[in-house]
């Protein structure tokens, strides 16, 4: 089965650049992609990992698991069953409408005492203003305000969604000197941005400024990196071409602009060299 976006919520999950994606895979590794290496290096919700998988499936694939996405996976039952009984306690309640005292103590019981995996970023996307992080449960027990944003379908199981894809979890800096000097290995990076909002990656707090500065002494091409503009990733490549970096000469990119929230809009990048 092909996914066109993750199998449970994850933001910043990069489907509004999988045409862009395939098609620089498409023009750039020929055939089923015999002899590559393609590495997610901050896999996410490895919904680029399938993708390249699926696109090339005879390249060896590696999904980095910055975030321990697939073990969210493993529970999609867990959180469904949750999903239906939320569903049923908010039903009166209209979509994207605040939740009265009465039933948001209700919700919150129902969760206390649910019997099973309980996904944060399920809830948050269920129950908290758009755009809003859940960064531990007890947050959900200590809001002033929730609201009915539950789905109102379950979640499809993940079946065959990383078949082939092989997943490790390894610092980027671990990770990368073991493939760097392969020039039929991609690497395909999705960092934390810098100056932007890192609450929605669970491991954010260990990629700052000098993580960036680490990952950008390894990087060389093939690669496929994305960022944004609040970052200034452009500006610091084409400084870098200027101080004579010949990793990053000729780099090309597209842009796309997108949207949080109907406030939070910004512009996403992917970068790319071959």
């Given at each position: 089965m092909k996914f066109n976006k993750?199998?449970?919520?994850?933001?910043?999950?990069?489907?509004?650049?999988?045409?862009?994606?395939?098609?620089?895979?498409?023009?750039?590794?020929?055939?089923?992609?015999?002899?590559?290496?393609?590495?997610?290096?901050?896999?996410?919700?490895?919904?680029?990992?399938?993708?390249?998988?699926?696109?090339?499936?005879?390249?060896r694939v590696i999904y980095n698991?910055?975030?321990?996405?697939?073990?969210?996976?493993?529970?999609?039952?867990?959180?469904?069953?949750?999903?239906?009984?939320?569903?049923?306690?908010?039903?009166?309640?209209?979509?994207?409408?605040?939740?009265?005292?009465?039933?948001?103590?209700?919700?919150?019981?129902?969760?206390?005492?649910?019997?099973?995996?309980?996904?944060?970023?399920?809830?948050?996307?269920?129950?908290?203003?758009?755009?809003?992080?859940?960064?531990?449960?007890?947050?959900?027990?200590?809001?002033?305000?929730?609201?009915?944003?539950?789905?109102?379908?379950?979640?499809?199981?993940?079946?065959?969604?990383?078949?082939?894809?092989?997943?490790?979890?390894?610092?980027?800096?671990?990770?990368?000197?073991?493939?760097?000097?392969?020039?039929?290995?991609?690497?395909?990076?999705?960092?934390?941005?810098?100056?932007?909002?890192?609450?929605?990656?669970?491991?954010?707090?260990?990629?700052?400024?000098?993580?960036?500065?680490?990952?950008?002494?390894?990087?060389?091409?093939?690669?496929?990196?994305?960022?944004?503009?609040?970052?200034?990733?452009?500006?610091?490549?084409?400084?870098?071409?200027?101080?004579?970096?010949?990793?990053?000469?000729?780099?090309?990119?597209?842009?796309?602009?997108?949207?949080?929230?109907?406030?939070?809009?910004?512009?996403?990048?992917?970068?790319?060299?071959?």
């Amino acid at each position: 089965m092909k996914f066109n976006k993750a199998p449970l919520p994850f933001v910043g999950q990069k489907r509004n650049f999988l045409k862009q994606f395939a098609k620089v895979l498409n023009e750039n590794i020929d055939g089923q992609g015999e002899d590559w290496t393609i590495i997610d290096v901050f896999g996410g919700s490895g919904l680029l990992a399938h993708h390249a998988k699926r696109l090339k499936p005879n390249a060896r694939v590696i999904y980095n698991d910055f975030d321990n996405y697939a073990d969210r996976l493993a529970y999609i039952e867990d959180i469904n069953r949750l999903r239906q009984q939320l569903a049923v306690t908010v039903k009166d309640i209209p979509i994207k409408s605040k939740l009265d005292k009465r039933t948001q103590s209700l919700v919150i019981e129902q969760i206390r005492s649910f019997k099973g995996y309980i996904d944060l970023g399920s809830l948050q996307t269920w129950l908290l203003f758009s755009g809003d992080i859940l960064e531990n449960l007890d947050q959900i027990y200590k809001e002033s305000v929730l609201y009915n944003r539950v789905k109102k379908s379950d979640y499809p199981l993940a079946t065959g969604y990383l078949d082939g894809v092989e997943v490790v979890s390894k610092s980027f800096d671990v990770l990368l000197p073991d493939y760097v000097d392969n020039e039929n290995t991609l690497l395909v990076l999705d960092p934390p941005y810098l100056f932007s909002e890192q609450k929605a990656y669970r491991k954010a707090e260990e990629f700052r400024f000098i993580s960036f500065i680490k990952l950008m002494t390894l990087i060389r091409p093939p690669f496929i990196l994305f960022s944004n503009k609040h970052s200034e990733i452009l500006e610091y490549l084409d400084y870098a071409i200027e101080q004579k970096d010949e990793r990053f000469a000729g780099y090309d990119f597209c842009a796309i602009n997108a949207t949080i929230s109907k406030k939070r809009t910004y512009k996403d990048y992917m970068i790319y060299k071959f």
